[in-house]
């Protein structure tokens, strides 16, 4: 167990540094002139140059790749290019708001994919059919699309909850929560879908077996059948689905912050690419490639946990 | 409650009121397809089970005997007739009402493979129907213990999954939560035939120890007439929904009346390729003569 977390850590750490080192490189051929955008339009050519020499952007790129690998693995991030401020600081400010509304999403999802799912599973018929053709119409419908609607009926129409902006938790747990209910609705619907099919096909394949079929003979609810038995043997694969699904809620989350005004990492990243501001985009790259591993991890742990028969020796 | 124990012998002489009583039973499925006549599954079956008894029901695949024993144990839905369990009628119970029959009657299934939870350990799925049922956990526990004796399984098998087992040993442990509530009837839906020749005979001879030592009934389906033949007070034969012959297990499954009885019965193979030749003659020309549709017609599950 012990060795398998290790190993699992280790080839976690390995992704981050590959992942953050493609990123490093992709950058340097994004044509935009940095040095040009920092000293803006009115600078002359000789302002721009003397900015780059002084980014060290006129250095060889391995040269400069090594020095940016050495300088991160010490734990250092470096300051942003525009603002100076320290990346760390940004991501701090940045990671409330989008693990708020990513985490937020991932509950909603395994607690409505369950209803959903396990109801489906029960009640053949028009119930079922139902929920499966929402869960495909859920699927198709583009994010974006679902957080603007949800922002105007729900925030400015019916002026339910917020339509912008974020609010820490230390502040008021209350208006937290009210900040991010609508975004993480709009970001859980595709991952809904998708864990609520899943879960109503293992579902209904774990409810043929002779098991359930003796509980059933013994005159025990559909209720106590699913959640003491079923449930538990018919989660590994929709919690493999989730687990996937959470590399799209990252992605995701950049549009649902730009439709909710919410400061987060998402927005961040968009800004800072567009700038060319390599050392915050590179920073926001490690901080979720991070948090993807440690979600498998955790989903890994959670499988094994689920079915003995896969547990990690 | 009445004492299960009963004297197997007197059980089945005719004389007293049977513990189960199947009365003119049928089981209708509506049809998936459109327009096309309902499936009946059971066409008015009638049987009785006596306390102490075994009553094995054969047939080949498709022909009911399946369907039956769900019949008795509420999964499939009695479309018209009764089931009479000691008295009271249980084929019209909603599930609430089924629960007060848990530890009156139980089943074992075929597959020991899933009829078992393979994420709860074994000392798990053995205490849940006692504690679903009030029981104590430390008693719970202790009959647990007695329960794995019983069976002939080793004491420390309680802290293990499902999968550590043999196939032989996962039906002891299905035979042994059948047997934890102390049940009067046990639906044995072909609990052997799954398991391999020497497995067959020593869970089998396990069903004989435990009715002799409890009273306990069996209905026992399955299409092996050899198993059948040993383990069977009286045998019932079923062929496309209908119960076609009764009667002592002896006599069925060496004398049959009906010609579809003798046709199963030259179906079953022996173990000497002269004697088996000579059956595969005589079943021919008995196939020839007889225009039911014989058990040959689809393979046996």
Redesign the interface.
């Known amino acids: 167990m012990v060795v398998f977390l290790i190993r699992r850590l280790l080839a976690g750490i390995l992704l981050v540094i590959l992942v953050a080192s493609a990123t490093y490189i992709m950058l340097n051929y994004t044509g935009s002139d940095v040095a040009r955008n920092i000293v803006g339009e009115t600078a002359t050519p000789e302002q721009a140059l003397a900015k780059a020499a002084e980014l060290g952007l006129n250095r060889p790129l391995g040269v400069r790749y090594f020095d940016w690998l050495g300088t991160t693995l010490s734990g250092d991030l470096g300051k942003s290019w525009f603002n100076n401020v320290p990346v760390s600081t940004t991501l701090l400010n940045g990671l409330p708001v989008t693990l708020s509304i990513i985490f937020g999403a991932l509950l909603l999802s395994a607690l409505v994919s369950v209803v959903l799912g396990s109801l489906a599973a029960l009640r053949a018929g028009w119930f079922d059919k139902t929920v499966q053709a929402s869960a495909v119409l859920a699927d198709s419908i583009p994010g974006f699309l679902v957080a603007l609607v949800l922002a105007m009926v729900v925030a400015v129409n019916l002026g339910w909850l917020p339509a912008t902006g974020f609010v820490p938790f230390q502040r008021s747990a209350v208006e937290w929560l009210r900040s991010i209910t609508l975004p993480s609705i709009a970001l859980a619907f595709g991952a809904t879908a998708a864990t609520t099919q899943q879960l109503r096909g293992s579902m209904l394949d774990v409810l043929k077996?002779?098991?359930v079929?003796?509980l059933?003979?013994?005159?025990?609810?559909d209720g106590r059948i699913v959640f003491k038995?079923v449930l538990?043997?018919a989660a590994p694969p929709a919690v493999t689905v989730l687990s996937l699904q959470f590399i799209g809620l990252v992605g995701g989350a950049v549009i649902v912050e730009k439709v909710f005004g919410l400061r987060g990492i998402g927005s961040i990243a968009t800004s800072a690419a567009v700038q060319g501001d390599a050392p915050v985009v590179l920073g926001v790259v490690i901080v979720m490639v991070l948090i993807v591993v440690v979600v498998n991890l955790i989903a890994d742990l959670a499988y094994g946990w689920?079915?003995?028969?896969v547990r990690a020796e | 409650m009445i004492a299960a124990v009963e004297a197997p012998e007197e059980s089945h002489n005719g004389s007293e009121v049977p513990l189960l009583s199947i009365e003119d039973v049928t089981v209708q499925y509506p049809s998936k397809k459109w327009r096309s006549p309902d499936f009946l599954a059971l066409k008015g079956v009638s049987l009785d089970i006596r306390a102490g008894e075994t009553v094995g029901l054969v047939g080949e695949s498709g022909s009911g005997k399946t369907t039956l024993g769900r019949a008795v144990l509420g999964l499939a839905p009695v479309t018209t007739g009764r089931i009479r369990y000691d008295g009271q009628v249980i084929s019209a119970m909603n599930r609430k009402q089924r629960r007060t029959l848990s530890d009156e009657i139980q089943v074992v299934f075929q597959d020991p493979y899933t009829s078992l939870n393979p994420a709860l350990t074994v000392l798990d799925i053995l205490t849940e129907p006692l504690l679903t049922a009030g029981t104590g956990r430390a008693q719970a526990e202790q009959r647990v213990k007695d329960l794995l004796e019983q069976v002939h399984l080793p004491r420390d098998a309680s802290n293990r999954l499902p999968r550590e087992f043999s196939g032989g040993q996962r039906q002891r442990i299905a035979i042994a939560r059948a047997l934890c509530r102390d049940p009067r009837l046990i639906v044995c839906d072909e609990p052997v035939s799954a398991l391999d020749l020497s497995n067959q005979s020593r869970v089998l001879d396990l069903f004989i120890e435990i009715q002799e030592r409890t009273g306990v009934s069996y209905l026992f389906v399955t299409h092996d007439l050899s198993v059948v033949r040993y383990i069977s007070h009286r045998v019932a034969v079923m062929y496309k929904g209908e119960i076609i012959e009764t009667g002592d297990a002896a006599k069925v499954t060496t004398q049959p009346k009906e010609a579809y009885t003798q046709k199963l019965l030259l179906a079953a193979p022996v173990p000497d390729p002269a004697r088996q030749a000579s059956r595969r003659a005589a079943r021919q020309k008995f196939s020839a003569k007889l225009h039911v549709a014989g058990p040959f017609e689809s393979p046996a599950s």
């Open positions: 077996l002779d098991y079929r003796t059933r003979s013994r005159g025990l609810s038995h538990r043997n689920l079915n003995p028969k």
